[in-house]
Each structure stands twice: as C-alpha cells, then as structure tokens.
C-alpha cells in the first residue's frame, strides 16, 4: 500500500521560505509516475503548485514559478517543496501526491499539512 | 479564478439524483484531456471518485457516473444519501499552462 506523509514547521514567518518534505512508503519513486504539491487555503478550493516527474523534470504552476522548487532525494524516498517570499496568502493545507500521468488521475494523497505565515 | 468552472453548490432530497458541471476551454477539457472527479468530505484529503471521464475505481458506488462532451464535463449521483454530502471537485490538464488545474469546487447539501 503507498503512503505519503508531509512532515515540516507549522508556522513560517512572512517573507521567509515554507519548507515541506513528502516521505513516501510503499513504493520507489524513482520507478515512475509525477510527484507532487497541492494546496487548498482554509475553505477554499484545490490548488496544484508543482510536480516532478520520477527522471527529475519538474513541471510549475505559471502563478507560483518564480517562487517553487520541487526536488527529490531518492536515497529517502522523499520529495520536497520550497516556497519563498511567503505571504499571508501562502496560508493553506499542503497535500503531497501522487498523480499516474499527465493526462491521469491523482490516485495517492498525504493526508494533508496545515502551514500558516504568521508573524 | 480558477481555470475550471463549477457551480459553488448544489443540493438534493435523499434518494435523488443530482449533476455537477464542469467547463473548461480549449486547452482543456476541449483539447481531449481526460477529467477525473474528487470527493472531499470534511476535514480530510480529498480521493479520486471517477477517472478518465467515466470510470470508477473499485470501491466507489455505481450511483456516481461521470460524462464528459466537448470543453465540460458533469458528475452525476444518484439516490442521494446523507453520507455524500461534501465537496466535489474536477480536475483536468492544460496544455496553455502546462500543469493540472482544478475546478472551484461545488459543495454537495443532501436537504
């Protein structure tokens, strides 16, 4: 059975980088398939931030490009994502996934990290 | 804004069927990208609940069928239970961005 689980600080200082990382179990993700970021802020709806394919392309949101880095660490089995600048916007639940393809469905989701820019 | 449109809510009677659309554009849904369906109950992630337009994953009721023709697609439920009250969300690719985009998402009341 794949599990994801996002682990990183709660709280993050506006201006300064949300750092999240996404521990996967169950699977190697340098097999295959897109690994991602999503985001929905508090009662709002879904946002996609940025995937990495398992070769290591990584793929942004034009909204958020100039701000996201996805990376992956394959030693871990873990992907990571990096926000800077962040503002009070940035507040949200960070969901790491698993999507089949470009054209397919997210079939794996963490079960979801709230991080909140605060000062 | 999202890329993808939805109503912001729609509701039904127990036992009654209810649609939910989803319109895009031609870099979209009208371009062939397949739409796949989410279900988010309250307070966890959300879990796919139709893929590829139509198909279902084991597990999930026959009651819920998803279509899909030109730039929109709909999801549809039928025999409304009290348990499928939550919030419904498609989800597609877009060639013009490059990435996945999301509809709004439409909240389901069951009266």
């Known amino acids: 059975q794949v599990q994801l689980q996002e682990s990183g600080p709660g709280l993050v200082r506006p201006s300064e980088t949300l750092s999240l990382t996404c521990t996967v179990s169950?699977?190697?993700?340098?097999?295959?398939?897109?690994w991602g970021w999503i985001r929905q802020p508090p009662g709002k709806g879904l946002e996609w931030i940025g995937s990495?394919?398992?070769?290591?392309?990584?793929y942004y949101n034009p909204s958020l490009k100039s701000r996201v880095t996805i990376l992956v660490v394959t030693s871990k089995n873990q992907f990571s994502l990096k926000l800077s600048s962040v503002t009070a916007a940035d507040t949200a639940v960070y969901y790491c996934?698993?999507?089949?393809?470009?054209?397919?469905?997210?079939?794996?989701w963490g079960q979801g990290t709230l991080v909140t820019v605060s000062s | 804004q999202s890329v993808l449109t939805q109503p912001p809510s729609v509701s039904g009677a127990p036992g009654q069927r209810v649609t939910i659309s989803c319109t895009g554009s031609?870099?979209?849904?009208?371009?062939?990208?397949?739409v796949h369906w989410y279900q988010q109950l309250p307070g966890t992630a959300p879990k796919v609940l139709i893929y590829g337009n139509s198909n279902r994953p084991s597990g999930v009721p026959d009651r819920f069928s998803g279509s899909k023709s030109g730039t929109s697609a709909s999801l549809a439920i039928s025999g409304l239970q009290a348990e499928d009250e939550a919030d419904y969300y498609c989800?597609?690719?877009?060639?013009?961005?490059?990435?996945?985009?999301f509809g709004g998402g439409t909240k389901l009341t069951v009266l």
């Open positions: 031609r870099s979209n849904i009208g371009a062939g990208y397949d």
């Open positions: 989800q597609s690719y877009d060639s013009s961005l490059s990435g996945w985009v």
């Open positions: 990495i394919y398992h070769s290591g392309s990584t």
């Open positions: 169950g699977y190697s993700i340098s097999n295959a398939y897109y």
């Open positions: 996934v698993r999507l089949l393809g470009g054209n397919d469905e997210i079939d794996y």
